[in-house]
């Protein structure tokens, strides 16, 4: 035999002498063996459901979230639509101009469409700033609004099935001056 083969021997030896020093009989030790790889088999067999589990959860959700780099970049697409629609507003062009009628109808079914995916907008001003949700830019001085308060959405943020995918790009309330140092 060379040295390798004898070395798991002696280990196997050497786990049994605890409890052959302490005086237990073979059936004993053997007992103890079969407890410790019963325990053993307990637990590789817990860490292969929970494994199981993990796995399964990770395929539901790579599935929910198939479409996400899609969506992203459909986004870009309906930004350009708000501007053209927002400048549209703003320009003498007439609201029953049937251009604009279409690029409003567009843009809605493009937006009804996404949702039936779900993709929905997250509502921005009055409302408190969550870093979660919201990318502050910008802070103003504020007496109307409530410190840290969205007062204006630069952008629009959206999420899809409850996971923020771009978060909001908003200006926020702050303290005015007088009012800082008015609590200090």
């Known amino acids: 035999m060379t040295e390798n083969e004898n070395q798991p021997e002696e280990q196997e030896i050497s786990a049994e002498q605890p409890a052959a020093e302490q005086g237990a009989t073979p059936e004993e030790t053997l007992k103890l063996e079969r407890d410790d790889l019963l325990a053993r088999l307990q637990r590789v067999s817990a860490d292969y459901l929970n494994y199981q589990k993990r796995i399964q959860k990770d395929i539901v959700q790579s599935r929910e979230y198939a479409n996400e780099s899609l ?103 702050r303290k005015t001056q007088k009012e800082a140092e008015e609590v200090t």
């Open 71 to 173: 969506i992203k970049a459909l986004l870009v697409v309906l930004d350009d639509m708000d501007r053209a629609l927002d400048a549209a507003a703003a320009t003498a062009i007439p609201q029953d101009d049937p251009l604009l009628a279409g690029m409003r109808l567009i843009r809605d079914k493009a937006m009804d469409i996404l949702s039936s995916f779900g993709l929905a907008s997250i509502q921005s001003e009055g409302r408190p700033f969550d870093p979660e949700h919201h990318s502050a830019v910008l802070q103003q001085d504020s007496q109307d609004l409530p410190h840290n308060t969205v007062i204006k959405e630069l952008q629009k943020g959206y999420s899809l099935k409850g996971r923020t995918i771009r978060p909001a790009t908003v200006i926020v309330s």
